[in-house]
């Protein structure tokens, strides 16, 4: 009876992704030589170019109909109906590029402010003079950390004010190994509060992480949220930790 079942729904299944492929629409463009095809593959690789650097610009969206206007006007060499020379174009960008980061630069701020002046309200939240939000999860009684030359081996997750990972020791499958110099001040502050067998939940302000310039996935003027285990720590009167894997140098100072 199972048997019966199963293959009727695999028909079923099979007619419905015929009936959706004939639904689909086909190309109707004609590629008849190798140099058409290398044509129209430089036409979806620009694309894609395209596409990722609109998405990772300050200000987006952007108008691509007004952008394929150019493009095709420029690949035509039709420049006499352009908007503006082409000449003038380069100018535009950085000087309207420069205006959209400064807006979006003066909105993280605020809402950054906004955040951290909230967040030190709630139970449990300490703030330390440097501006450090932290919470205790978990109390551990190991050593601290007692110098900025103090060796930590850790797991973390970060995340930004809006509840996007930017990094997770926890899925790389192993705990980072870094000095406490060598990372931004709010690391460097934070985990010479905690002993060893501790969690914490820092709130690192962007002048305690990376400021106005940013880090790969985190913007610029971003509060960084991180739940952080202390798991071992090496002072500077002690032996190394061995047996080091992973190079810690998402953090560090710059």
């Known amino acids: 009876?199972?048997?019966?079942?199963?293959?009727?729904?695999?028909?079923?299944?099979?007619?419905?992704?015929?009936?959706?492929?004939?639904?689909?629409?086909?190309?109707?463009?004609?590629?008849?030589?190798?140099?058409?095809?290398?044509s129209y593959a430089f036409g979806l690789e620009f694309?894609?170019?395209?596409?990722?650097t609109l998405e990772n610009l300050p200000g987006k969206p952007y108008d691509k109909g007004l952008l394929l206007d150019a493009l095709t006007k420029i690949i035509k060499d039709?420049?006499?109906?352009?908007?503006?020379?082409?000449?003038?174009?380069?100018?535009?960008?950085?000087?309207?590029?420069?205006?959209?980061q400064d807006a979006e630069n003066q909105k993280r701020m605020e809402e950054q402010k906004q955040f951290l002046a909230n967040?030190?309200?709630?139970?449990?939240?300490?703030?330390?003079?440097?501006?450090?939000?932290?919470e205790i999860l978990k109390m551990g009684d190991g050593a601290k950390p007692n110098s900025v030359n103090s060796r930590v081996k850790v797991h973390y997750a970060g995340t930004l004010m809006d509840g996007k990972e930017f990094d997770s020791s926890y899925k790389r499958?192993?705990?980072?190994?870094?000095?406490?110099?060598?990372?931004?001040?709010?690391?460097?502050?934070?985990?010479?509060?905690?002993?060893?067998?501790?969690?914490?939940?820092f709130y690192i302000p962007s002048d305690l992480g990376y400021g106005e310039h940013g880090q790969g996935p985190i913007p610029a003027f971003s509060t960084l949220i991180f739940e952080v285990e202390l798991l071992d720590v090496t002072n500077p009167d002690q032996s190394v930790i061995k047996g080091e894997k992973y190079q810690f140098q998402q953090y560090q100072r710059q």
């Open 119 to 134: 967040n030190k309200k709630r139970p449990g939240v300490i703030e330390t003079p440097s501006g450090l939000q932290y």
């Open 1 to 38: 009876m199972k048997k019966i079942v199963l293959t009727a729904a695999l028909i079923a299944a099979c007619t419905a992704f015929t009936a959706e492929a004939k639904k689909a629409p086909k190309s109707t463009t004609v590629l008849k030589t190798a140099k058409d095809s290398t």
């Open 78 to 100: 039709d420049t006499l109906t352009l908007a503006f020379p082409e000449k003038d174009a380069n100018e535009i960008i950085q000087k309207n590029l420069k205006l959209a």
């Open 173 to 201: 499958g192993e705990p980072a190994e870094f000095e406490l110099k060598g990372v931004i001040k709010g690391w460097t502050e934070g985990l010479q509060l905690m002993p060893v067998g501790s969690k914490f939940k």
């Open 47 to 52: 694309a894609k170019s395209i596409n990722n």
